[in-house]
Every structure is written in structure tokens, then in C-alpha cells.
């Protein structure tokens, strides 16, 4: 089967030519691709807000481990040391 090729003069290249039927098709199917990734708009907010939460839920598990006694009795004591290295 043989593809007519259109030459355009100052476009460039030749490009392969697409009856009209095909190309109204192809429109058509991404038209209704489109539209249907727009029903899923409200899941990036979600996924955004589940990610916030786990972030913060991972900080208030960090800021009690740096706020704990052992290791602040750990870094006052490294903190010491470095200053009286002098």
C-alpha cells in the first residue's frame, strides 16, 4: 500500500498526507482522552494531601528522637568537647 506524500515547498520535508476521516479520528480519540484525565483532577490534591501529613508525621517522630535526653546529653557533650579542643 502506497502513503501519498505531500511536498510542501517552504515547509521542508515531505510529510505523508492523512485523509481527513482519519485525522477527525485521531482528534477525537485524544479529545475523549482529554476529558477523561480531567475527571481524575481532585486525586493530585489527595496524593498531595496524604503527602503532607506523612511528612509531618515523619518531622513530630524526628523533632521527639532530637529532643530526647539522650541525644541532647549527646550533643551538649560533642558541643563541649569542640569548644575546649582550643
Known sequence: MTVPVVIAADRGPACPALPLRK?????????????????DAGMTTAEY???????????????KVVTSST????????????????
Open 23 to 39: 485525522v477527525g479520528k485521531w482528534l477525537s480519540a485524544r479529545l475523549r482522552r482529554l476529558r477523561g484525565a480531567q475527571s
Open 71 to 86: 541525644v541532647t546529653d549527646a550533643f551538649n557533650e560533642l558541643l563541649t568537647r569542640a569548644l575546649h579542643v582550643v
Open 49 to 63: 494531601a496524604v503527602g503532607t501529613v506523612a511528612a509531618c508525621a515523619i518531622a513530630a517522630a524526628l523533632y
